[in-house]
């Protein structure tokens, strides 16, 4: 799957926060046994990508940047159950201000559990060389990143929906142009492809691309605890999509 870098178009709803990434803060928290492995699972699967950024960018080899990132959730779990950090207000802040103090000072000895990777090393590679063109410091790096795996996600989540409505076949038509145009001759190709007129394409093509801003949306306020948070993270993804790699 590619990942989209271009600017999906934000709007300017979502002011409800139900399920953020505080809720999974707020579980880890209430876990005083320390076995809440399916709240960190989550955070450390939706976040492991801008964090292995990060570390990479700060001179780690790619082995060691990925038992980094192993040792650094097990860290972050345990400074969550020690302290209050929703306080923040926004998540990708308190990772990152976490992740320089872990790169600065790691903790030591390694916990004993440590979360697994969701990906290889290799694969993980790869979307940094297809993603970052240019040298970048850790900490543009991590932002990038962290703005990147929000389309990542919402156009993940848009494709299980197209497969949950049957459409999985116009989606893989149409999501190269989440972000561009089809030209005319494309255009006519998607009609032949999908058997139906130009127009339905059109219509088809703005509709998936307004359920795509609705669910970066929907990840943004996932991550903030006010509507004042989320209008930063809406500035601070939109500054991040529009640097060159």
Same mark, same amino acid.
């Given at each position: 799957?590619q990942h989209?870098?271009?600017?999906?178009g934000?709007g300017?709803?979502a002011?409800a926060?139900?399920?953020?990434?505080?809720s999974l803060?707020?579980?880890?928290?209430?876990?005083?046994?320390g076995?809440?492995n399916?709240?960190?699972?989550?955070?450390?699967?939706?976040y492991?990508?801008?964090v292995?950024?990060?570390?990479?960018?700060?001179?780690?080899e790619?082995?060691?940047?990925?038992?980094?990132?192993?040792?650094f959730?097990?860290?972050?779990?345990?400074?969550?159950?020690?302290?209050?950090?929703?306080?923040?207000? *926004?998540? *990708?802040v308190?990772?990152?201000?976490?992740?320089?103090s872990?790169?600065e000072?790691?903790?030591?000895?390694?916990?004993?559990?440590l979360?697994?990777p969701?990906?290889?090393?290799?694969?993980?590679?790869?979307?940094?060389l297809?993603?970052h063109?240019?040298?970048?410091t850790?900490?543009?790096?991590?932002?990038?990143s962290?703005?990147?795996?929000?389309?990542?996600r919402?156009r993940?989540r848009?494709r299980?929906?197209a497969?949950?409505?049957?459409r999985?076949?116009?989606?893989?038509?149409l999501?190269?142009?989440l972000?561009?145009?089809?030209?005319?001759?494309r255009?006519?190709?998607?009609?032949?492809?999908?058997?139906?007129?130009?127009?339905a394409i059109q219509?088809a093509?703005?509709?998936l *691309?307004?359920?795509?801003r609705d669910?970066?949306e929907?990840?943004?306020?996932?991550t903030?605890?006010?509507s004042?948070?989320?209008e930063?993270?809406?500035?601070a993804?939109?500054?991040?999509?529009?640097q060159?790699?």
């Amino acid at each position: 799957m590619q990942h989209q870098s271009k600017n999906p178009g934000l709007g300017s709803s979502a002011d409800a926060f139900g399920h953020t990434r505080w809720s999974l803060v707020a579980a880890l928290r209430a876990d005083s046994s320390g076995s809440g492995n399916d709240p960190l699972t989550e955070l450390s699967h939706n976040y492991w990508y801008p964090v292995y950024a990060f570390l990479r960018s700060s001179q780690l080899e790619p082995e060691a940047a990925q038992h980094g990132c192993r040792r650094f959730f097990a860290h972050l779990a345990d400074a969550i159950r020690s302290g209050n950090p929703a306080e923040s207000g *926004r998540f *990708r802040v308190y990772l990152l201000d976490q992740l320089q103090s872990f790169v600065e000072a790691p903790p030591a000895p390694p916990p004993l559990t440590l979360p697994e990777p969701p990906q290889a090393v290799a694969e993980l590679e790869q979307r940094l060389l297809d993603e970052h063109g240019l040298a970048l410091t850790p900490e543009s790096i991590f932002e990038r990143s962290f703005g990147l795996q929000v389309i990542s996600r919402s156009r993940d989540r848009l494709r299980v929906e197209a497969e949950k409505s049957g459409r999985t076949l116009m989606f893989e038509r149409l999501a190269p142009y989440l972000t561009v145009e089809p030209n005319p001759q494309r255009v006519h190709e998607l009609t032949q492809e999908l058997g139906i007129g130009k127009l339905a394409i059109q219509v088809a093509v703005r509709r998936l *691309r307004q359920r795509f801003r609705d669910l970066v949306e929907a990840e943004l306020a996932e991550t903030v605890s006010s509507s004042g948070d989320l209008e930063a993270e809406r500035a601070a993804l939109l500054r991040v999509l529009a640097q060159t790699p």
